[in-house]
């Protein structure tokens, strides 16, 4: 159980177009997604967090208006990068959680973006 | 400011002996820590958790050790097996203002089990 996916896993595009990966939930409703990003060697990095039907919460320094997250059902959370850069290269990953009382997240397998 | 701080970067321990991962921590709001396990291009796989009210949990060959007056954790694999090489995450969660909780990530500890 507990099951998440990402797609795509990888995607190279040119720089100044626009990426959307989504992340889907499988087994169980996802009351919260997470999305985070991951530079070589470092640790995973909060991006925002998304409740379902509501705003995404943005932790300080990520631009909302570059990276778009909509989370539209229990199962589903899109992150759109607008307008990429090649620093915007790197492993982006999701993860749920249903509502309760742990804060075990579920994690998506990750996507790879390269940005050119 | 690292708030988890995973200190050895990597670790090699021979199949069927004790693999011990540690993690420190420096914020004592944190009330919820969790284990995962990573593979290259993947995303992280929970392993194992405990709550600040507990000292120890147990999972199998996993266990996890919370030693809150050091902020302290470790995790622990015995008997290891080539099959556990992988990087090991530590993470740590605290309520922040509003309800919501973030987990914050160390960097990390590549285990290798040598057969």
């Known amino acids: 159980g507990a099951v998440v996916s990402q797609h795509p896993s990888w995607v190279i595009c040119k720089s100044g177009t626009s990426v959307k990966i989504e992340c889907r939930s499988l087994?169980?409703?996802?009351?919260?997604m997470f999305w985070y990003r991951q530079f070589p060697k470092q640790s995973l990095m909060l991006m925002a967090t998304s409740n379902e039907g509501s705003k995404a919460t943005y932790e300080q320094g990520v631009e909302k208006d570059k990276f778009l997250i909509n989370h539209a059902s229990l199962t589903l959370s899109t992150l759109t990068v607008t307008s990429a850069h090649p620093e915007d290269s790197s492993f982006y990953i999701c993860?749920?959680?249903?509502?309760?009382?742990?804060?075990?997240?579920?994690f998506g397998p990750g996507t790879r973006l390269t940005v050119l | 400011d690292q708030q988890v701080k995973q200190n050895s970067p990597s670790l090699s321990v021979q199949e069927g002996r004790i693999s011990i991962l540690n993690c420190d921590y420096t914020?004592?709001?944190?009330?919820?820590f969790l284990w995962y396990k990573k593979y290259p291009a993947e995303g992280p796989t929970f392993l194992i958790s405990?709550?600040?009210?507990?000292d120890k949990n147990e999972d199998g060959r996993f266990t996890v050790f919370l030693n809150k007056s050091a902020k302290h954790l470790s995790l622990h694999i015995v008997p290891s097996q080539p099959g556990d090489s992988a990087v090991y995450f530590c993470?740590?969660?605290?309520?922040?203002?509003?309800?919501?909780?973030?987990?914050?990530f160390g960097k990390g500890t590549k285990l290798t089990v040598n057969p």
């Open positions: 993860s749920g959680k249903t509502s309760g009382s742990t804060d075990t997240q579920y």
């Open positions: 087994d169980f409703q996802a009351t919260t």
């Open positions: 405990i709550s600040s009210i507990k």
């Open positions: 914020n004592s709001m944190f009330d919820y």
């Open positions: 993470a740590a969660s605290a309520r922040r203002q509003g309800g919501s909780e973030k987990l914050v």
